[in-house]
T-cell receptor, first 115, second 111 residues
Framework: DTGVSQNPRHKITKRGQNVTFRCDPI?????LYWYRQTLGQGPEFLTY????????KSRLLSDRFSAERPKGSFSTLEIQRTEQGDSAMYLC?????????????FGPGTRLTVL | GENVEQHPSTLSVQEGDSAVIKCTYS??????FPWYKQELGKGPQLIID?????GEKKDQRIAVTLNKTAKHFSLHITETQPEDSAVYFC??????????FGTGTRLTIIP
């Protein structure tokens, strides 16, 4: 399977705990994006990387959130001291930046439930 | 920043009929407009896209139109089938190179 993969697919945690999600992009893609999707809404942009450089972070990304992409390959998204409001689907997407057109391909997501 | 509005929020059509979903965007610098299909418990799947240098694109039963002057674009699905039932999202990429999504349309195909 050469698509975007995410692990774990589901995570249940207690409020105050730390969680970490992993995304493996399509191998030749140099851009990697994180989105958050709550029930009944479209995905909302969180942050993105060009290779290993984190180029932009949304205001949605509080200080408790951190993302890394060491060596420009896989990426991790960590949430510290989780809150019930963090419950959502966390989606990863990747793309290969060619000229002006940026097709983004999504993984299956990690569904986080904070109790 | 970009703002994308999508209508309707729910749509039910008889199998075999056509479905149309419409979106408007605010950023005149937006130049790429993908459509995604999302099934329950899965990530969004890119089904078709259109770029600002064309007005219409078709792929089998799916077509998308773009009116840059009016800043709106539409998804057309013809000869609908039960497997077309899903949530559909429009999106736009503007000058900030980030996808902004609409709020989604839940499409139900009635057998």
């Amino acid at each position: 399977d050469t698509g975007v993969s995410q692990n774990p697919r589901h995570k249940i945690t207690k409020r105050g705990q730390n969680v970490t999600f992993r995304c493996d992009p399509i191998s030749e893609h140099n851009r990697l994006y994180w989105y958050r999707q709550t029930l009944g809404q479209g995905p909302e942009f969180l942050t993105y990387f060009q290779n290993e450089a984190q180029l932009e972070k949304s205001r949605l990304l509080s200080d408790r959130f951190s993302a890394e992409r060491p060596k420009g390959s896989f990426s991790t998204l960590e949430i510290q001291r989780t809150e019930q409001g963090d419950s959502a689907m966390y989606l990863c997407a990747s793309s290969e930046r060619l000229s002006r057109w940026i097709e983004q391909f999504f993984g299956p997501g990690t569904r986080l439930t904070v109790l | 920043g970009e703002n994308v509005e999508q209508h309707p929020s729910t749509l039910s059509v008889q199998e075999g009929d056509s479905a149309v979903i419409k979106c408007t965007y605010s950023d005149s610098a937006s130049n790429y407009f993908p459509w995604y299909k999302q099934e329950l418990g899965k990530g969004p799947q890119l089904i078709i896209d259109i770029r600002s240098n064309v007005g219409e694109k078709k792929d089998q039963r799916i077509a998308v139109t773009l009116n840059k002057t009016a800043k709106h674009f539409s998804l057309h699905i013809t000869e609908t089938q039960p497997e077309d039932s899903a949530v559909y999202f429009c999106a736009a990429i503007g000058g900030n190179e980030k996808l902004t999504f609409g709020t989604g349309t839940r499409l139900t195909i009635i057998p």
